[in-house]
Each structure stands twice: as C-alpha cells, then as structure tokens.
Nanobody
Framework: QVQLVESGGGLVQAGGSLRLSCAAS????????MGWFRQAPGKEREFVAAIRWSDGSTYYADSVKGRFTISRDNAKNTVFLQMNSLKSEDTAVYYC?????????????????WGQGTQVTVSS
C-alpha cells in the first residue's frame, strides 16, 4: 500500500523559510513523478512543483519559481520542498502526491496517490 506522509509545516513570518518533507513508502517510486500541491481555504487545489524521480527533472508553478525548490533523496525515499521568501499568499495546506505515469502533470486529478497534507501559515 502506497503511503505518503508530509511533515515540516508550521507558522512562519513573511520572508521566512520552511522545508516540507514527503516520506514515500509501499512501492518502488523510481518511475514516478512526485508533486507538491496546495489548497487555501475556499480555493481549489493548485499545482506547486513536481520532480521526476528517475532523473531529477523539475517543473514549477510561475507563482513559486525562484522561491521554492523541489528535490528528492533516493536513499530515504523522500521528497522535499524548500520554501524561501514566503508570502502571506503561500498560506495553505500543502499536499504531496505521486503520479505513476511519470508525466509532470499539473492537474491534481491526474495524480494517483496523496498524502494527508501539512498546514503552512505565513503571517504578514
């Protein structure tokens, strides 16, 4: 059974940094794409960043490009999202997701597995 467990969320001031982690288990993920999404209250879930596990290639939403960095640790089966220069509009629940098709989709419905989410709150 695939399990994705996020951690690292919290409360931070605007301009600060946080690093989210997503520990993946239950499958060999070498052919997967791992994505980070976020959902703010009253808004739809939106794409943040993705990484292809096999070659480390990445893709970012325009809103986070240059501020967020997605990476992975193959030995620990963990994906990270380093978030710098945080803004109040980054406040949301952040979700980790896995896509078996190895395509860096941006649509949430195309991802196969999801974590439970971790809250990130940025105070201005």
């Amino acid at each position: 059974q695939v399990q994705l467990v996020e951690s690292g969320g919290g409360l931070v001031q605007a301009g600060g940094s946080l690093r989210l982690s997503c520990a993946a288990s239950g499958r060999t993920f070498s052919s997967y794409v791992m994505g980070w999404f976020r959902q703010a209250p009253g808004k739809e879930r939106e794409f943040v960043a993705a990484i292809r596990w096999s070659d480390g290639s990445t893709y970012y939403a325009d809103s986070v490009k240059g501020r967020f960095t997605i990476s992975r640790d193959n030995a620990k089966n963990t994906v990270f999202l380093q978030m710098n220069s945080l803004k109040s509009e980054d406040t949301a629940v952040y979700y980790c997701a896995a896509d078996r098709a190895s395509v860096m989709y941006t649509a949430p419905k195309l991802y196969d597995y999801w974590g439970q989410g971790t809250q990130v709150t940025v105070s201005s």
